[in-house]
């Protein structure tokens, strides 16, 4: 049996990480994130947000603006779970809904589109044919030493629907996370992963290349469809498997040119020119970051680990969770959500404006050697805006020189 390597494929390093996210970060990931959604559905439609949920490096980012370890595999668990606490109380009002989780969850999945179904219309057969056997072939057919122990189901009120899902290797600690859109796939057996996203681990056998045919004949039965068009652009990235944020892991003329936007400049001009009252050049920051998570295009992702200088991260890296901030965000964008659906668009046209800003700066922004000074302003300066991590909270540095992180 020949063994094929993946081709042309997006992988990274995400290393396994164990442990549960904080409820003080939870509560808080689970009320952004839905706003976030929220947000893209209503300015780009559900497709939109299935296919950037698709998309691996935007989902990473989306994940680092939500405060978790920028790099690991706790991104995925932690950002589902967070998004089906918010997402399915509101399926009448957005359209979008998940299935799953991790572990037991995982297998509640058939179940759980059988009940959606019950209530919608939706063809609940074939939503379920189409998650077992996207769980088969991430578990069987790529037999690349990777166990599922993840899948989530996000399906729309129209039927469209997206999997996210990740295995574990034990033995190298690593993991990869597996990405399908339904729009996106014209086979289950030939090249059908929107994204796969994991550490490269070498030589591994892999059935759904489309130079397989011969071998899976005699081993599925599916092959009955017609041969999958790969996507046009398959996307690359390695993520490191060091901790803390470093100057190469960030595109620094884009992070510069959103610093230069929050603090070069007076609040008041933004109180004017963008209608947010009462929010200071932190708080403008995580929104300019969280501005582009929402209407930023697939490149503008190219380095997830910027958007940990919206809210930091759980562990301290780069920085602390600055949880007033945070809530600050939250605010924003949920009163301006809120005043859309009335008809009243300004704020969300601030918040729009605020990414189209950062980029017009980008242009001429020229990056300086102080990468590493920010992220020691942003420790020093942590206790002013509720920093918290998992080992507790920020207390003020005992002098001006000195960095105290818990």
Same mark, same amino acid.
């Given at each position: 049996?020949?063994?094929?390597?993946?081709?042309?494929?997006?992988?990274?390093?995400?290393?396994?990480?164990?442990?549960?996210?904080?409820?003080?970060?939870?509560?808080?990931?689970?009320?952004?994130?839905?706003?976030?959604?929220?947000?893209?559905?209503?300015?780009?439609?559900?497709?939109?947000?299935?296919?950037?949920?698709?998309?691996?490096?935007?989902?990473?980012?989306?994940?680092?603006?939500?405060?978790?370890?920028?790099?690991?595999?706790?991104?995925?668990?932690?950002?589902?779970?967070?998004?089906?606490?918010?997402?399915?109380?509101?399926?009448?009002?957005?359209?979008?809904?998940?299935?799953?989780?991790?572990?037991?969850?995982?297998?509640?999945?058939?179940?759980?589109?059988?009940?959606?179904?019950?209530?919608?219309?939706?063809?609940?057969?074939?939503?379920?044919?189409?998650?077992?056997?996207?769980?088969?072939?991430?578990?069987?057919?790529?037999?690349?030493?990777?166990?599922?122990?993840?899948?989530?189901?996000?399906?729309?009120?129209?039927?469209?629907?997206?999997?996210?899902?990740?295995?574990?290797?034990?033995?190298?600690?690593?993991?990869?996370?597996?990405?399908?859109?339904?729009?996106?796939?014209?086979?289950?057996?030939?090249?059908?992963?929107?994204?796969?996203?994991? @550490?490269?681990?070498?030589?591994? &056998?892999?059935? !759904? *290349? %489309? /130079?397989?045919?011969?071998?899976?004949?005699? =081993?599925?039965?599916?092959?009955?469809?017609?041969?999958?068009?790969?996507?046009?652009?398959?996307?690359?990235?390695?993520?490191?498997?060091?901790?803390?944020?470093?100057?190469?892991?960030?595109?620094?003329?884009?992070?510069?040119?959103?610093?230069?936007?929050?603090?070069?400049?007076?609040?008041?001009?933004?109180?004017?020119?963008?209608?947010?009252?009462?929010?200071?050049?932190?708080?403008?920051?995580?929104?300019?970051?969280?501005?582009?998570?929402?209407?930023?295009?697939?490149?503008?992702?190219?380095?997830?680990?910027?958007?940990?200088?919206?809210?930091?991260?759980?562990?301290?890296?780069?920085?602390?969770?600055?949880?007033?901030?945070?809530?600050?965000?939250?605010?924003?964008?949920?009163? @301006?959500?809120?005043?859309?659906? &009335?008809?009243? !668009? *300004? %704020? /969300?046209?601030?918040?729009?404006?605020?990414? =189209?800003?950062?980029?017009?700066?980008?242009?001429?922004?020229?990056?300086?050697?102080?990468?590493?000074?920010?992220?020691?302003?942003?420790?020093?300066?942590?206790?002013?805006?509720?920093?918290?991590?998992?080992?507790?909270?920020?207390?003020?540095?005992?002098?001006?020189?000195?960095?105290?992180?818990?």
């Amino acid at each position: 049996m020949p063994k094929l390597y993946f081709d042309n494929q997006r992988y990274a390093d995400l290393p396994l990480h164990y442990g549960k996210v904080p409820p003080w970060l939870a509560e808080r990931m689970s009320k952004l994130g839905g706003a976030i959604i929220e947000s893209v559905a209503m300015e780009y439609g559900k497709s939109e947000v299935l296919s950037r949920m698709s998309d691996p490096m935007w989902f990473q980012a989306l994940g680092c603006v939500l405060g978790m370890d920028w790099h690991s595999s706790g991104i995925t668990t932690s950002v589902m779970g967070a998004l089906k606490k918010a997402l399915n109380p509101k399926f009448s009002e957005i359209g979008i809904y998940i299935c799953g989780g991790k572990g037991n969850h995982s297998r509640q999945t058939p179940s759980e589109l059988l009940s959606l179904a019950e209530r919608t219309g939706l063809n609940g057969t074939e939503l379920v044919k189409n998650s077992r056997l996207s769980a088969k072939v991430d578990n069987n057919a790529i037999q690349d030493g990777f166990q599922i122990y993840l899948h989530t189901f996000m399906v729309s009120n129209e039927g469209e629907w997206a999997v996210i899902q990740q295995g574990m290797n034990d033995e190298s600690g690593m993991a990869r996370r597996y990405h399908w859109h339904s729009k996106q796939l014209t086979s289950f057996v030939e090249e059908p992963h929107s994204f796969i996203y994991g @550490a490269n681990q070498g030589e591994i &056998l892999n059935l !759904t *290349d %489309k /130079n397989a045919v011969h071998t899976k004949t005699g =081993l599925l039965e599916l092959v009955k469809e017609s041969p999958s068009v790969i996507l046009p652009e398959i996307r690359k990235i390695v993520m490191p498997s060091h901790h803390d944020v470093k100057e190469k892991d960030v595109d620094l003329k884009r992070l510069g040119s959103v610093l230069a936007l929050a603090h070069e400049r007076q609040v008041s001009d933004f109180e004017s020119l963008l209608l947010l009252e009462g929010v200071g050049p932190r708080a403008i920051q995580s929104l300019t970051l969280v501005s582009e998570i929402i209407h930023g295009t697939p490149s503008r992702f190219t380095d997830p680990a910027r958007f940990s200088f919206a809210h930091g991260g759980k562990d301290g890296h780069p920085f602390p969770v600055p949880t007033k901030t945070y809530d600050q965000t939250i605010d924003v964008l949920r009163n @301006a959500l809120e005043k859309a659906k &009335l008809g009243i !668009t *300004d %704020k /969300n046209e601030a918040i729009k404006n605020l990414t =189209l800003a950062a980029q017009a700066i980008e242009k001429n922004f020229m990056p300086n050697a102080n990468f590493y000074k920010v992220i020691e302003q942003e420790r020093r300066d942590s206790y002013k805006y509720g920093g918290r991590t998992v080992f507790g909270k920020t207390k003020p540095p005992k002098n001006v020189g000195q960095l105290s992180l818990f």
